[in-house]
């Protein structure tokens, strides 16, 4: 979350650049300002990409691997134990949740921030990368 609150802000990176005890943060080594990096701030410019909203996902994603070839690469083995994760969070955050693993306050280390959920929903904080 963007230290104003208003906006989301996440990075795509591979496992390996995740935090060993924390899924969903960035690991000591990785670089913030050299990842493919979206804010809700920038609305339909996603990573900088000027007049993208008639897109669809599939454009984006098509575009994403050709601009951002060795990260593409990196994230494409396969991760049962991150999409499970993954398909469990959005169930339970549809149809408007939004997860963020910090901002600027005191983080919880066993679960995920969401905000327009309404209820007790937590979501734990996806696994961690196991060198697979």
Partial sequence: MS????????CIVPAC???R??????????????LPR??????DDYFGWANMKPK???ILARRFILVFPNFAQQ????????????????????PNGVIYAFADMESPTD?????FCGGNIVVRVPPVWGGR
């Fill in 111 to 115: 679960r995920m921030f969401i905000s």
């Fill in 3 to 10: 230290p104003s609150g208003c906006y989301w802000r996440c």
């Fill in 75 to 94: 994230g494409k083995h396969p991760d049962p134990a991150y999409a499970r994760w993954f398909s469990n969070m959005l169930e339970a955050t549809a």
């Fill in 21 to 34: 005890e924390h899924g969903a943060r960035l690991a000591e080594n990785a670089v913030y300002e050299t």
């Fill in 56 to 58: 669809t996902p599939l």
């Fill in 17 to 19: 650049l995740t935090s």
């Fill in 38 to 43: 979206y804010s809700s701030g920038d609305e």
